[in-house]
């Protein structure tokens, strides 16, 4: 598969380059490290062989080629991993490398090691998107746009507002990532540290300490929580940047032209078209999510795991989860950019509350003439006098001033006010504020 122009271009590059093979093979050699130093501490090695061991494997080179060969015979990574790491020991130190321990154990834990440094990025990302969408807020607080439901014009609503409702999924997410924990994997063939006893727990909860991971209650061999919440955490913060992504690249069609992604030579740009200006970010960013989906399904499918040990459940989350990862950084990076560079246009966003010559209006002008018409009347009367607007391209208040069921009966400049887009914004500047101060609790 060309993954380097298939998978590769919606994944964070940084995280790429951290998170390769040789990563893998170092977050393994790292478990088993620390494994060996804590048994040593509680008197189940001789002293001095952890650090024996660490000397040889710090500067050893490993076989990645034939760690992959060997996973299609053993079924995970882990086994030919602890063959080679094995062989590259004296004869009296070998006994004692992966003492206690199972494939599952040194899997699921390096993949927790892999994942760490992903959340503090995940974390940095976010927040600065929050910082970004705090200034486009303050910025647009006042500026009035179209509201639009079921993709129609509906009410007037300012453009600060709706950054808010961006700002607001994204830090959500970033909330719910911050508590998520990640947990050392250590329980033995079948959960239960079987022939350490006792020791089975404190080596669990020391291990845990050494790597810098969570202590899980028990061993999580086919208790699958830990993934789950990652793996539906990673979806949260894909929606929140799809959505802005799906916002932004509706307001940048060329009828709307509402806002526009940063400009960067070559971005955007198409084969044949050299007109064309495409939101090329918002596609990487809906891309990677549509991914992050499809992923995240095989991630819940997997929850429940039969007995001890998963059958092709367990084997089926490592691509997906760590995939999610990668997906949502890049995602993040291009979200990150595009609030930070988005051109917005408050001329145009007038120029489309005109658009239907004061028929935005309509509902406003009807609450102004009930009282004096009636509901059903009044409905008509702002309905007509839109249309007229909308033909004739004359301010619809001056059509409503000359409507023979309102000419000298409402005051015109009544009329003009419950015309006026800017005058009739609800709390959108209030949200606003709302949403600022909420940002900034955390």
Not at 25 to 48: C, H, R, T, W
Not at 75 to 100: E, M, T
Not at 154 to 175: D, N, Y
Request: hydrophobic content about 45%.
């Amino acid at each position: 598969m060309p993954a380097a122009f298939l998978k590769h271009p919606f994944m964070s590059q940084h995280a790429l380059a951290e998170g390769d093979d040789e990563a893998m093979v170092n977050a393994m050699l790292a478990f088993e490290l620390a494994l060996a130093e804590v048994q040593e501490a509680s008197g189940a090695m001789p002293n001095g062989v952890s650090q024996q061991m660490r000397a040889l494997m710090q500067s050893a080179t490993f076989n990645i080629a034939d760690i992959e060969e060997g996973i299609a015979s053993g079924g995970n990574v882990a086994i030919p991993f602890v063959k080679q790491s094995r062989a590259l020991l004296a004869d009296d130190l070998k006994r004692y490398w992966h003492q206690g321990a199972t494939s599952q154990d040194v899997v699921d834990s390096a993949l927790m090691l892999l994942l760490k440094p992903r959340l503090a990025a995940l974390d940095d990302l976010l927040l600065r998107c929050r910082s970004a969408s705090i200034a486009l807020m303050d910025a647009h607080i006042d500026t009035p746009m179209v509201g639009r439901t079921l993709m129609q014009q509906a009410l007037p609503i300012t453009f600060g507002v709706k950054v808010a409702h961006w700002a607001i999924g994204l830090e959500q997410t970033r909330r719910r990532l911050s508590a998520i924990e990640l947990p050392v994997q250590f329980g033995g063939a079948v959960g239960v540290h079987s022939g350490w006893d006792n020791l089975g727990l404190e080596w669990m909860d020391a291990l845990a300490e050494r790597l810098g991971l969570a202590v899980p209650v028990l061993p999580w061999h086919t208790d699958r929580y830990p993934i789950h919440a990652l793996g539906t955490a990673f979806d949260a913060v894909a929606g929140a940047a799809e959505k802005i992504a799906l916002d932004v690249s509706l307001l940048t069609q060329t009828e709307v032209g509402e806002v526009a992604e940063p400009s960067a030579p070559g971005m955007g740009e198409s084969s044949s078209m050299p007109h064309k200006r495409n939101p090329v970010r918002s596609a990487l960013i809906r891309g990677a999510a549509r991914q992050v989906h499809g992923h995240t399904s095989v991630l819940i499918n997997a929850a429940a795991q039969p007995l001890e040990r998963g059958l092709g459940e367990w084997h089926a989350e490592w691509a997906p989860l760590m995939e999610s990862a990668l997906l949502v950084e890049g995602a993040l990076e291009q979200v990150a950019v595009l609030l930070e560079g988005l051109e917005v246009y408050p001329d145009n966003m007038w120029r489309n509350l005109a658009a239907t010559g004061g028929g935005i209006m309509a509902e406003p002008v009807a609450r102004l003439l009930a009282p004096t018409l009636g509901v059903e009347k009044a409905k008509e009367v702002s309905a007509e006098a839109a249309e007229t607007s909308r033909q004739t391209a004359r301010p619809s208040s001056e059509v409503l001033a000359e409507h023979p069921d309102v000419k000298g009966i409402v005051d015109p400049d009544a009329l003009r006010n419950a015309c006026d887009p800017a005058l009739y914004l609800g709390s959108s500047a209030a949200q606003v504020m709302r949403t600022t101060k909420w940002l900034e609790s955390q």
